[in-house]
C-alpha cells in the first residue's frame, strides 16, 4: 500500500483474525535475490505491520545465501603415487556444481570442509606415517573420475551440505622402471626413518670399507 507501514519489498500478504492468534499476517519479501515469509500473531494494528517490517530487515540484514564452492574449483589436493612425474605429483578434487547454502553472516565464517575418498580403488593406504588429513591416490585416474565426498560442517559438526568431487585432470601410471624406482625410493625413506643416526652412519662406513676392500 501507500501508507506509513508500506515497505518497499515487501511482494505479498494476507491478514487474519482467530481467538487464539489474535490480529495476524503472513507477508513475503525478496530483496537481492533473497525471499523471507514472514508470520505474525496476536499484534494489532499498526504493530504487525512494523513486526513484520522489522522482521525482514533483521533477515537481510543478517542471513544470506553464500556460494562455499564455485564447480570446477580445488576443494582438497591429493598426493599421488606410481605416476608420471611429468605431470605433477598431486591433483586437484573439484566438484561439478556450485554448493550455495542460506547461512547467518556470522556463521559462515566457522563453515570447515573435509574430503572423504569413497573409490578404494583408487586410494592408496600404504603410507602409514600420512596424516587423517592427508589424501593419497594411485595412477592411473581418468579425468572426471568419482573420487569421494566433500562434506561441509557449521561450528557444532553438523553436516550441512555434502557434494561429490572428481579428479580435475588424467593422471598416467609410470612405467615398470619407474615404479620400481618409486618402490625403492618409499622402502629407503621407510628405512631410515626408523634407525637412528649412529646406524646410519655405521651402515655407511660399512658400505665404503666394502668399496675399498673391492678397489684395492
Known sequence: TNSEYNYQ?????????????????????????????????????????LDA????????????????????????TANLVYNKSAGGNTLDLVTKEDVNLFLSKTEVGSVTSSVEVTNNELLYTKDKDASADTITLKAPIDEGAEI???SYKDA????????????SRAVEK???????IYG??????????????LKIVA???????IIIIIIF
Request: no cysteine; charged share 20%; net charge neutral.
Open 9 to 49: 519489498y515487501a511482494t505479498g500478504l494476507k491478514t487474519g483474525f482467530t481467538d487464539e492468534a489474535g490480529d495476524s499476517v503472513v507477508a513475503t519479501a525478496e530483496k537481492d535475490g533473497v525471499k523471507l515469509i514472514a508470520v505474525i500473531y496476536n499484534s494489532e494494528d499498526p504493530n504487525r505491520w
Open 53 to 76: 517490517k522489522n522482521l525482514f530487515e533483521y533477515g537481510f540484514n543478517n542471513f544470506g545465501y553464500f556460494t562455499l564452492t564455485k564447480a570446477g574449483d580445488p576443494v582438497a
Open 148 to 150: 569421494g565426498t566433500v
Open 156 to 167: 557444532d559438526g553438523n553436516v550441512i551440505a555434502q557434494t561429490k568431487v572428481y579428479s
Open 174 to 180: 609410470a612405467n615398470l622402471f619407474m615404479r620400481i
Open 184 to 197: 625403492i625410493k618409499n622402502a629407503v625413506v621407510g628405512f631410515v626413518s626408523h634407525i637412528s643416526i
Open 203 to 209: 651402515v655407511i662406513v660399512i658400505i665404503v670399507v
